[in-house]
């Protein structure tokens, strides 16, 4: 895995599989550097309000509910689409710590994870599609879902990097 400069706008590749106390770890990530302090970052993404402004899946429609802000346990709901067929997904916030990290999972079990940390003039930020969670791991493995994650993920963070480039937007 090569890693490109995040300064220039490129992104940082990491893809993991590993072995840790006899269980192997699956995660794609993607990072890229946002000129925005951790704690402005952390304000977007850690409100369900806010997912479908940056979200570059073009799944996420909408959250459901008043959530505007989560901590360790929070429960919130999204709109989502799949093409033209239209559902629902409720999340639970697995891993949260202020201003560096939030994780939610969903019935599959998988994980959508944001590390920020301080980077510069700016932030690091690193999205992760973790599967080692997941309750049908080699399900998403066969429906190549790590892979178009990867992408989904590429596009998020440059829509996330966007809107802190055009302060008007946040």
Known sequence: VGLITHRSGQF???????????????????????????????????????????????????????????????????????????????????EFEPNKLIAWAHVGGHRWRYEIEPDGDGTLVTESFDWSTAKVPKFLELMNYPSRNRQAIVNTLQRLRDMFNDQSNV
């Open 12 to 94: 940082l590749h990491r893809a993991s599989t590993f072995t840790s106390m006899s269980t192997v770890q699956q995660c794609v990530s993607e990072s890229i550097h946002v000129p925005a302090t951790p704690a402005d970052v952390f304000a977007l993404l850690s409100d369900p309000s806010q997912r479908h402004r940056f979200d570059g899946s073009g799944m996420v429609q909408s959250s459901r509910g008043n959530s505007t802000t989560v901590e360790l346990g929070s429960k919130f709901g999204m709109n989502m689409k799949l093409g033209p067929i239209p559902y629902r997904m409720n999340n639970t916030v697995v």
